[in-house]
């Protein structure tokens, strides 16, 4: 499973961005797939997923303001983050993985940067 990330970039406190993370290689209605970021010097930390049945999920950190989809017709999972805070600035990382495997793959990462 390859992924690519796409959609990062810099934006004002309350402002908004969607991100995009395009999936090749693998039958990508099968796959859970979700986002973690990282902080400058902080530790990699979950975000959200979306499972194969269109289940989601959120971290306590983004609940009510980013949104994660995902369109099985151009293999590809949206975060739609909205209210932008400085702190949620980081590199935010896709991910996917099957539900029967312990092996997951990573995209590249893409930087959000929040400015106050």
């Known amino acids: 499973v390859q992924l690519v990330e796409s959609g990062g970039g810099l934006v004002q406190a309350g402002g908004s961005l969607r991100l995009s993370c395009a999936a090749s290689g693998s039958d990508f209605s099968r796959l859970t797939m979700g986002w973690y970021r990282q902080g400058e010097g902080k530790q990699r930390e979950y975000v959200t997923r979306?499972?194969?049945?269109?289940?989601?999920n959120y971290s306590d950190s983004v609940n009510g303001r980013f949104t994660i989809s995902k369109d099985n017709a151009v293999s590809t999972v949206y975060l739609q983050m909205n209210e932008l805070r400085p702190e949620d600035t980081a590199v935010y990382f896709c991910y996917a993985h099957f539900y029967w495997s312990s092996s997951i793959y990573w995209g590249q990462g893409t930087q959000v940067t929040v400015s106050s």
């Open positions: 979306i499972t194969a049945t269109g289940r989601t």
